[in-house]
């Protein structure tokens, strides 16, 4: 019955998204608007095809249906109800069906937002974009990647479980949809650019309607890269939190190049300025969440979050060119309608601060993307394995972070068209002294490293100009009689939130990558040793069994009050057992303790893990508040009218006027900063 009705719904979906495609596109075509309309019902019925097929596939999780050789891989009896529910998205095909799920709904929820214009030219041919992405996915899952394949003889009794390493925190519940949700939303921009090449309309008023979509996307997106970096952290026993995987940067890339487009978009929607990037932008960060698909799902990149066993590479790799073709073609062919009305009349403004940014972020993505893809062309030329590790990355984005933050810092103290130095050294005036003051007291401290002073510096400059702000936005609504509430609410001061949560994010980074402190004690139960300022006392060892997992666990007091139980455990019918670290975390630094060797007999000694690192926490904190400041941008208080698909921009009607009010994408850029 599962398999059944799971092919059912691959199936349905599959077909509705290709009809879909030819019905629209005959409507389109010949003026038929109620062809075009037909396209909502299309939408429905793909989702409807994706919701049958993701019940199918839970339902057999939870009934342990061993019949589906996708169950049998990654389920057993003995899984906890949480990693059953999980297990879907664990591995390759059922990752493909999240992902056909979130597509699904991102469709359905486009097509609803835009029921009263279904049948403008613009929005049929984003419909047609988004049915041919959505064919291409179900179409994997018709074909290659079925999820709903069976076991051929007799089925098994039991499964192996999920990997050992996603049964350990909840946080799998989270990571993978919020990441879903980042890559898959930026199907609709990408949909939008591209119909409106197609269609030749290149005015502004795409772009509004976009913004708030694209907007959701990046701050799932970012939140989602955070949680996956706080499940290293948790999870694997390393200490770390972000490596420069493959894996891990697949999903940085599309994030660097959507941050660049939310904050060149305020550029183009005010003075009508860098369409071309601003398109490149779109295109460039839909084609690289494709890419990412590839990183993770072809079977070529080695890496502890990847689909090790995939047959998919050359599909995804081919879908990946027909993207990045398709979207290069119509920006050539629509070259001439890209020239933009105006031009950046001085580098010291605000749009000479956008481009700058989008210089910088196209510089951050590109050295990232080559140190990413640099082995998969090595193997292939040449038919060796080579890697490129944490040195180079540092190395290359160190500076261009850098500069990332200082034009966070000054990109709000510049006025649009041609600066006055005179008010901007004004405005950066405190901000400079805090920069100056956190450099002060961090020599002080005994911080040495002109790199070192520079990011802390640059962090507090940034942090600071984005307080100003906050300050100066609000009051100015608290005197306009607004409430408290609504002058918090607006979209300038949650992009000003963001770049608060960026700074600390940055100073975390630096302390806990540059001050941590590993080694390891040995001790014997009751013995106490001091490591970087903490008392590690070994206290025993306890064996925890529970239906799931078995856990040899040291049981280690930190500092004469916590007590931690770090281990090695085993999880379900597998074999591998896999550390499971513990970690005493506080606003100043965390202790990671691993058990890395357990006494040989009674009352011999043990051998511990220590990890001292500061900050940690904050890092985890800085991705809150990015969060709750794109909340704020998502959802201002203060609503605008909707204006037409194919309007102008602001500049085009009022000529050299002040431009309007913060929008949803300058809330991203921090009122319009350019980082």
């Not at 993701?54 to 342990?64: N, Y």
């Not at 952290?233 to 660049?260: I, R, S």
């Not at 005179?422 to 400079?432: D, G, S, T, V």
């Not at 990671?592 to 904050?618: E, R, S």
Request: hydrophobic letters at 50%; proline letters at 6%.
């Amino acid at each position: 019955m599962n398999a059944a009705l799971g092919r059912s719904g691959v199936l349905l979906a599959f077909a509705a998204a290709v009809v879909g495609i030819v019905v629209v596109l005959v409507g389109l075509f010949r003026n038929r608007p109620a062809l075009v309309r037909s396209g909502r019902t299309y939408a429905w019925l793909v989702l409807a095809g994706a919701v049958a097929a993701t019940i199918a596939m839970e339902h057999a999780f939870l009934t342990h249906d061993f019949r589906l050789a996708y169950v049998a891989q990654n389920n057993s009896r003995q899984t906890p109800l949480l990693y059953d529910i999980t297990g879907m998205w664990s591995a390759l095909q059922g990752s493909l069906l999240l992902w056909g799920l979130v597509l699904a709904g991102y469709l359905v929820a486009m097509v609803t937002h835009f029921r009263r214009r279904l049948t403008d030219p613009l929005v049929g041919w984003a419909t047609v974009v988004m049915l041919a992405v959505s064919a291409f996915f179900f179409g994997l899952m018709v074909g290659p990647a079925t999820p709903f394949a069976t076991v051929k003889g007799v089925p098994p009794v039991n499964g192996p479980g999920p990997d050992p390493l996603l049964q350990q925190r909840a946080l799998v519940a989270f990571h993978p949809p919020l990441l879903y949700l980042g890559f898959v939303g930026f199907t609709v921009p990408f949909a939008f650019a591209i119909a409106s090449l197609v269609t030749g309309r290149l005015r502004e008023g795409w772009l509004r309607e976009m913004r708030s979509w694209t907007l959701f996307a990046w701050g799932c997106l970012g939140f989602g890269i955070v949680l996956g970096a706080w499940w290293s952290y948790q999870v694997l026993g390393w200490g770390g939190f972000w490596a420069w995987d493959p894996v891990e940067n697949a999903a940085f890339l599309p994030w660097l190049t959507g941050t660049a487009y939310l904050h060149s978009a305020v550029a183009q929607e005010r003075r009508g300025l860098l369409r071309v990037w601003n398109l490149s932008l779109i295109i460039a960060t839909f084609s690289l969440t494709i890419l990412g698909t590839f990183l993770t799902r072809s079977g070529d990149v080695q890496s502890v979050h990847a689909f090790s066993d995939s047959n998919l590479g050359d599909v995804l790799m081919a879908f990946f060119l027909v993207v990045v073709l398709s979207g290069v073609g119509l920006i050539a062919w629509r070259g001439d309608k890209l020239r933009a009305p105006g031009r950046v009349e001085t580098l010291w403004s605000r749009e000479g601060a956008f481009l700058a940014n989008n210089i910088a972020f196209a510089a951050f993505a590109f050295v990232v993307l080559l140190g990413t893809v640099f082995p998969l062309f090595v193997q292939a030329l040449q038919g060796y394995q080579v890697s490129v590790g944490a040195p180079y990355f540092d190395t290359v984005t160190t500076p261009i972070a850098l500069a990332l933050l200082f034009l966070m810092a000054i990109g709000p103290a510049l006025p649009w068209r041609r600066a006055n130095g005179e008010a901007a050294l004004k405005r950066l005036y405190w901000p400079a002294w805090a920069a100056t003051a956190t450099v002060v007291g961090c020599v002080v401290a005994g911080v040495r490293g002109i790199s070192l002073l520079v990011a802390f510096g640059l962090a507090a400059f940034a942090a600071a100009s984005a307080a100003r702000s906050l300050w100066r936005t609000t009051r100015a609504a608290l005197a306009a009689g607004r409430g408290p509430l609504s002058a918090a609410g607006s979209r300038s001061n949650g992009g000003m939130v963001v770049h608060l949560g960026v700074a600390i994010i940055a100073v975390a980074l630096v302390a806990a990558t540059h001050y941590g402190q590993r080694g390891q004690v040995t001790l014997r139960r009751g013995q106490s040793a001091t490591f970087d300022g903490h008392r590690i006392t070994y206290l025993g060892t306890r064996t925890v069994v529970t239906p799931s997992e078995t856990s040899d666990e040291a049981i280690v007091r930190v500092d004469r009050s916590r007590i931690l139980y770090p281990g090695v455990s085993q999880f379900g019918t597998s074999t591998e057992a896999v550390g499971s670290p513990a970690i005493d975390s506080g606003a100043r630094d965390d202790v990671y303790l691993t058990f890395v060797g357990p006494p040989g007999k009674a009352g011999g000694a043990a051998t511990i893990g220590v990890i001292v690192q500061p900050l940690v926490a904050w890092l985890w904190i800085g991705g809150g508040v990015m969060a709750a400041g794109t909340l704020l941008a998502l959802f201002p208080r203060r609503r605008r009218r909707p204006q037409p698909l194919d309007g102008a921009g602001p500049t085009a009607a009022r000529g050299a006027a002040e431009p309007p009010a913060p929008t949803p994408a300058m809330a991203a850029a921090g009122g319009g900063s350019p980082a």
